[in-house]
């Protein structure tokens, strides 16, 4: 059975960092690409960010480039999002999310339960 | 950014009604579209993958198609637990999008 684990998250200042963890079971880690999605507060899905199977190709929504970073420790078959720069635009719940390919984006087919993350002064 | 359109933004039907959500991309995506079901306070669950496609485990009461612009996701016989928020998300490029979801509730 696979099994998403999500931690970290909490709140922040604006300007500040937090780092998501998203430990994973019950599937080969390094076959899947993995994803993170957010959700605003009353509103919808928002595709942020993946990184391939094999860990060497990584995609960016333009709203986090440059300002959050996805990796993996497939030792530790878990996944991260560095979060830096945090504003309040970034306040939302994320989901970890698990893909039906390998190299990219192209179904989420299992998620975490997500955790959330509050950028206020 | 390939931008995806939902309609309606939510609908009231009746236990056993027929659903019909539609989703339409501003440009041609191919067959590159999932569905997600979301209830509250739950992560989305993938119900349909590219296109037409419905994932393992999922009633078959469930049904999508569409190619293009133009897609469409129906729920035939709407069940109680049928009663949530659905999302498409299209796959052709990135930045990878979502609809802005159709809460579907009880009349």
């Known amino acids: 059975e696979v099994q998403l684990l999500q931690s970290g998250g909490g709140s922040a200042q604006p300007g500040g960092s937090l780092r998501l963890s998203c430990a994973t079971s019950?599937?080969?880690?390094?076959?899947?690409?993995m994803s993170w999605v957010r959700q605003a507060p009353g509103k919808g899905l928002q595709w942020v960010s993946t990184?391939?199977?094999?860990?060497?190709?990584?995609y960016y929504a333009d709203s986090v480039r440059g300002r959050f970073t996805v990796s993996t420790d497939k030792s530790k078959t878990t996944l991260y999002l560095q979060m830096n720069s945090l504003s309040a635009e970034d306040t939302a719940i994320y989901y970890c999310?698990?893909?039906?390919?390998?190299?990219?984006?192209?179904?989420?087919?299992?998620w975490g339960l997500g955790t959330l993350v509050t950028v206020s002064s | 950014d390939i931008q995806m359109t939902q309609f309606p933004s939510s609908l009231s039907s009746s236990v056993g009604d027929t659903v019909t959500i539609s989703c339409q991309a501003s440009?041609?995506?191919?067959?590159?579209l999932n569905w997600y079901q979301q209830k509250p306070g739950k992560a989305p669950k993938l119900l349909i993958y590219?296109?037409?496609n419905l994932e393992p485990g999922v009633p078959s009461r469930f049904s999508a198609s569409g190619s293009g612009t133009h897609f469409s996701f129906t729920i035939n016989r709407l069940q109680p637990e049928d009663f949530a928020t659905y999302y498409c998300?299209?796959?052709?490029?990135?930045?990878?999008?979502f609809g802005g979801g159709t809460k579907v509730e009880i009349k």
């Open positions: 999310a698990k893909d039906k390919e390998g190299w990219t984006a192209i179904a989420f087919d299992s």
């Open positions: 590219e296109a037409s």
């Open positions: 990184i391939s199977g094999s860990g060497t190709n990584t």
């Open positions: 998300q299209q796959f052709h490029s990135l930045p990878r999008t």
């Open positions: 440009q041609d995506i191919d067959n590159y």
């Open positions: 019950g599937f080969t880690f390094s076959s899947y690409a």
